[in-house]
């Protein structure tokens, strides 16, 4: 039998966000079914539009032509937040849930995890373009529609039942008193690739397996853009961030004069040996010294903290940050779409602002050369010397790589080092690393300690639970603050 082979055209151009807004209305473009729901945040929401703004690249909107529609297979959110935008709305998350979900969606836990997944609707924006029924009338019109339609669902939040809310989107963005669209809508694009499916005639018989249909071809389509495509990870994506301002190239990769400080040192994670993760010790230690109590507020699950470090990144550079920029507290010499905001919110310990703590921060990037090149130096022949303490009965002679065992045990090395030398400047001299030993390898005992009758203690099984986060990186800090400088180790949380 023989087998079908796709023919496409594609087509490429640019419309102004008015008109793809008029395509969502007029229900000139829809969502196939096998589209996901809408999972952008608010912030997203408004991330977007001053992107738009600042004329910044907004990636095309993937059209296909499949079955006499033109359906969305690529760029759902951004229309929508483009529809959300105008209308200055958002679908409430309680109103709108995912009733069922896969048991492999749902990642197991405690229960003592508060951070911020973004989890999808159970709505996109043909919830909204349904209210407008088969109403043909202009666009103008139908935005004052879907505006009025709104208000009466922001008021019944008096009654708990609001279904929308609003967005709190500048006013630049929103739809004028009479319907109309701000002239940003007319003078900004987003682009599009319009793909068309051909028909092949070769004579297969139809409804075999092996014939290849308009719906079959763009589901498969859709399923290579959003799913087997390769994403970036994590590591490639912080570093197209930072290496738009190579100043801090080595900062983020850390050398000193051309050389890993790192000296060998890896972590073995789920049985496998890997690098440490430099960016994660800067971004919590940094949080840290705004906020000793709740350092990583708001971000406890894993997805959520890599945008956490994310946005450290983002402080460093002098770019925006997602989310609650007075985590890092301020930094200077950053323009006015950097985190350069005063200090609220997580930005606060028990004692209100540390200022002190923020100073310690910005002194990092002060001085020509800046202070962390310095500091950088000194920790180098810190972690250099860490296999040696570790091991001192090493029979290989080997002090240039050495890999911790666990995470507990990197985290209980690093962070009070990092801690102390980088943001306090400290030395360690000969005397201070046999004490520092016996009280590290005391803490990962207890912390690797089984209980009787248990194959694992507690803690290495929620190894990256914010609880366990916190004990290991205050007790690591205690620990080498007491035996450095004791007279102040009091202060410590």
Not at 206 to 211: D, E, P, Y
Not at 311 to 331: A, I, M, T
Not at 424 to 446: F, M, S, T, Y
């Amino acid at each position: 039998m023989a087998i079908t082979t796709p023919k496409t055209r594609t087509y490429y151009g640019e419309y102004t966000l008015e008109h793809w807004i008029n395509l969502i209305l007029s229900k000139n473009i829809v969502l196939p079914e096998y589209q996901r729901s809408f999972v952008w945040e608010p912030s997203d929401v408004k991330k977007l539009m001053y992107s738009l703004d600042r004329g910044s690249f907004v990636p095309s909107i993937t059209i296909a032509y499949d079955s006499g529609s033109n359906t969305i297979l690529d760029g759902q959110q951004r229309l929508t937040s483009l529809l959300l935008a105008c209308l200055n709305g958002y679908p409430v998350k309680d109103h709108f849930p995912i009733e069922v979900r896969q048991a492999s969606a749902v990642v197991e836990g405690n229960g003592e995890v508060e951070g911020e997944e973004r989890e999808p609707l159970g709505w996109t924006f043909g919830k909204l373009v349904q209210e407008l029924g088969g109403d043909d009338r202009g666009s103008r019109e139908n935005l004052s529609r879907l505006k009025d339609f709104l208000k009466e669902a922001y008021r019944k939040d008096k009654d708990k039942d609001a279904s929308y809310e609003e967005l709190g989107i500048a006013s630049s963005f929103r739809i004028n008193d009479d319907g109309s669209l701000p002239e940003f809508y007319s003078t900004h694009y987003i682009g599009f690739t319009y793909i068309v499916y051909e028909e092949s005639t070769d004579g297969s018989a139809s409804g075999s397996l092996q014939t290849m249909t308009a719906g079959r071809y763009f589901a498969e389509l859709f399923r290579s853009l959003n799913y087997t495509g390769r994403s970036l990870t994590r590591e490639e994506s912080r570093r197209a961030l930072y290496f738009r301002n190579p100043e801090f190239t080595d900062f983020f990769e850390p050398k000193v004069s051309g050389m890993y400080i790192l000296s060998g040192l890896k972590v073995k994670i789920k049985a496998e040996v890997c690098h440490i993760d430099w960016i994660r010790y800067l971004a919590i230690l940094t949080a840290y010294q705004v906020n000793k109590s709740a350092p990583l507020k708001y971000y406890s699950s894993l997805s959520a903290r890599e945008d956490f470090f994310a946005d450290y990144v983002s402080w460093v550079v002098g770019l925006e940050q997602d989310r609650y920029p007075g985590k890092f507290g301020e930094r200077s010499g950053q323009g006015t779409n950097g985190s350069n905001q005063g200090v609220s919110g997580s930005a606060q310990d028990a004692n209100g602002s540390n200022q002190r703590a923020e100073e310690w921060n910005r002194a990092l990037f002060e001085g020509n050369p800046p202070l962390w090149k310095d500091r950088y130096t000194y920790i180098k022949e810190c972690l250099e010397k860490i296999p040696t303490i570790i091991n001192d009965d090493n029979k290989n002679g080997d002090t240039t790589s050495y890999c911790f065992p666990s995470l507990i045990d990197a985290d209980y090395w690093l962070f009070g080092l990092i801690n102390l030398v980088l943001f306090q400047g400290e030395r360690l001299v000969d005397e201070h690393w046999l004490p520092l030993k016996n009280a590290i390898q005391d803490h990962i005992g207890e912390a690797k300690r089984i209980p009787d009758g248990s194959s694992d203690s507690s803690h290495l099984k929620g190894i990256n639970n914010l609880k366990y986060t916190y004990q290991r990186l205050q007790e690591s800090i205690t620990s080498y603050e007491k035996i450095v400088k004791p007279q102040e180790a009091d202060n410590v949380s």
